[in-house]
């Protein structure tokens, strides 16, 4: 069986994680989403609440799991008997990075990552964007599911 992590902020989750979710599901017995904190960027939301929204929206894909996570990830994959991390790239942008992380944590550990490339469509797709547009009250209906959308627009409110 195998059991694979995807880890991300999902600060909020997107229509382009979603879309990486549901395709990396279809490849492995498990998926494990795991929520972390980037300690590199400001939150909207607490990380429980990015839990219950990913929970809601991953809840069509039979074999996905959503959990939080503290620490390295490559011992959250260990403590989960995953042998897989997943991730989404977009573009060029994400590359370098995203490759860097995964020696890493490759050397770390030995659990490989494998790469999914975001649907064309959604490349432009950023939680980051969202959050930037929320701001400015602009509809969200092209990034991010309809319930996230609302509760974006009503955190950004709040805290306005
Ligand atoms: O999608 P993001 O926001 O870039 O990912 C955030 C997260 C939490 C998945 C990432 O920062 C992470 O894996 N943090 C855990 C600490 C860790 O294992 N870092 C890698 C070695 S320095």
Redesign the pocket.
């Known amino acids: 069986m195998t059991t694979a992590v995807c880890?991300?902020?999902?600060?909020p989750v997107t229509l382009g994680h979603l879309d990486v979710i549901g395709r990396a599901a279809a490849l492995v017995d498990e998926l494990v989403v795991?929520?972390?904190?980037?300690?590199?960027?400001r939150s909207l939301f607490a990380v429980a609440e990015r839990v219950e929204m990913l929970v809601e929206v991953c809840a069509p894909f039979a074999n996905v799991t959503v959990e939080e996570?503290d620490?390295?990830?490559?011992?959250?994959c260990t403590a989960r008997a995953a042998t897989l991390i997943c991730?989404g790239l977009r573009g060029a942008s994400d590359t370098d990075?995203e490759v860097q992380?995964a020696q890493?944590?490759r050397r770390?550990s030995g659990v490989d990552t494998i790469f999914v490339p975001t649907a064309p469509e959604l490349s432009f797709v950023s939680?980051t964007r969202v959050r930037e547009l929320a701001a400015y009250g602009a509809d969200l209906s092209d990034l991010v599911p309809a319930s996230v959308a609302v509760r974006v627009h009503a955190r950004v409110q709040a805290s306005g």
Do not use: H
């Open positions: 880890p991300g902020s999902f600060d795991a929520v972390g904190r980037n300690s590199g960027k996570f620490g390295l990830l490559v011992e959250f991730k990075y992380m890493l944590n770390l939680s």
